[in-house]
Nanobody
């Protein structure tokens, strides 16, 4: 089975930067679209950014020009560089993969759909 592990969250002042990481563990063969979502207290989870393949990216209007999503295929890791952070960016950030394939311990190729990480807290406050 594959796990998604986020890291890099924390407390930062307005205008500051953070870089989040989402690492997929396991013997990964392929990953389709990876997305970052966030959920603030009392609000619904919302899409922040997605990346498909190595270069096709998509951003929520609220983060365009400030956030950047990238991917290291060799490490099965996706990053979210967040600059010019605002208090309204405060939320738990989650990593999501729509479809991936991986090898089991017995060398079977398996599909996994709709995978989520455990989330990492980002707090922007002075």
């Amino acid at each position: 089975q594959v796990q998604l592990v986020e890291s890099g969250g924390g407390l930062v002042q307005p205008g500051g930067s953070l870089r989040l990481s989402c690492a997929a563990s396991g013997n990964i063969f392929s990953i389709n679209t990876v997305g970052w979502y966030r959920q603030a207290p009392g609000k619904q989870r919302e899409l922040v950014a997605t990346i498909t393949g190595g270069t096709h990216t998509n951003y929520a209007d609220s983060v365009k020009g400030r956030f950047s999503i990238s991917r290291d295929g060799a490490k099965n890791t996706v990053y979210l560089q967040m600059n010019s952070l605002k208090p309204e960016d405060t939320a738990v950030y989650y990593c999501h993969v729509d479809h991936l394939t991986y090898y089991t311990d017995t060398s079977q190729l398996k599909d996994e759909y709709d995978s989520w990480g455990q989330g990492t807290q980002v707090t922007v406050s002075s």
